[in-house]
């Protein structure tokens, strides 16, 4: 009998079922120059869900997310589907090079990782991370995350602060970073908004100009031009 229990454990020690609870620690590094990210929020949930899809149209939640930063709805939504939630790590926006930390002990069945945050200023720009696998073998992960665009409006670059975060409404809510000029023409027209694709796809980073109070954009492309991966998470499974 002692000796069938032993085998038994050893199974179930070699192969971990992927449903299985697991304790995680987890970094979340914003990688730009000259971008903020807005209040994060991070899910574990079953694999059939998803925070937001590449190539998919964006729902409200999404849109409400990358236009304004307002990510009640997704946190809503991903909790309605079994998943677990961690909004807001950072205590606010987390800034240009800097981190945030949190951990998070997943209960089983919720196997993938998900995050979404805006980033300022944009349009509708986000980081995201989408349905990642998390490891059933105890050690340190790393992801890079790229920018993505919700194609819900048109990256118009100019500023609109404050009532650009209501989703439809045109305009960057808010520039954290104080370097955002005013008076553009517009980089591209606001409606329709057919400049890109009306699905979620990788964002073509802001284009900017050095005319603070002209031209086409109120970014300046000196400060808030960015490249991907925008952001990195480091997974510690324990
Ligand atoms: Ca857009
Ligand atoms: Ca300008």
């Known amino acids: 009998m002692k000796r069938k229990l032993m085998l038994a454990s050893l199974v179930a020690a070699l192969s971990p079922l992927s449903s299985q609870a697991a304790s995680l620690d987890i970094s979340v590094t914003n990688l730009t120059g000259g971008i903020y990210f807005t209040p994060l929020l991070i899910a574990a949930h079953p694999a059939t869900t998803h925070l937001f899809q590449a190539g998919k149209a964006a729902g409200a939640a999404v849109q409400a997310m990358a236009e304004g930063g307002d990510t009640a709805a997704l946190k809503t939504a991903?909790?309605?589907?079994?998943?677990?939630?961690?909004?807001?790590?950072?205590?606010?926006?987390?800034?240009?090079?800097l981190a945030t930390q949190t951990t998070l002990t997943t209960t089983a069945g919720n196997t993938r990782l998900s995050l979404a945050a805006m980033m300022l200023p944009t349009n509708d720009g986000f980081v995201g991370l989408d349905g990642w696998e998390i490891p059933t073998a105890p050690g340190t992960y790393t992801i890079d995350l790229n920018a993505y665009d919700a194609g819900t409006e048109a990256n118009t670059e100019l500023m609109n602060a404050g009532a650009g975060g209501a989703p439809g409404v045109p305009g960057i809510p808010?520039?954290?970073?104080?370097?955002?000029?005013?008076?553009?023409?517009?980089?591209?027209?606001?409606?329709?908004?057919?400049?890109?694709?009306?699905?979620?796809?990788?964002?073509?980073?802001?284009?900017?100009?050095?005319?603070?109070?002209?031209?086409?954009?109120?970014?300046?492309?000196?400060?808030?031009?960015?490249?991907?991966?925008?952001a990195r998470v480091t997974v510690v499974v324990k």
Do not use: F, M
């Not at 517009?186 to 964002?203: D, L, S």
């Not at 073509?204 to 109070?213: E, H, I, K, M, S």
């Open 78 to 97: 991903a909790e309605a589907a079994g998943g677990q939630t961690i909004a807001n790590p950072a205590g606010g926006l987390l800034g240009p090079a």
């Open 174 to 230: 808010g520039d954290p970073s104080g370097k955002a000029g005013s008076g553009g023409t517009g980089v591209v027209a606001a409606t329709p908004n057919n400049a890109e694709p009306n699905v979620v796809h990788i964002h073509r980073g802001a284009l900017g100009d050095t005319n603070a109070t002209g031209g086409t954009s109120d970014l300046d492309s000196r400060s808030h031009r960015w490249l991907n991966p925008v």
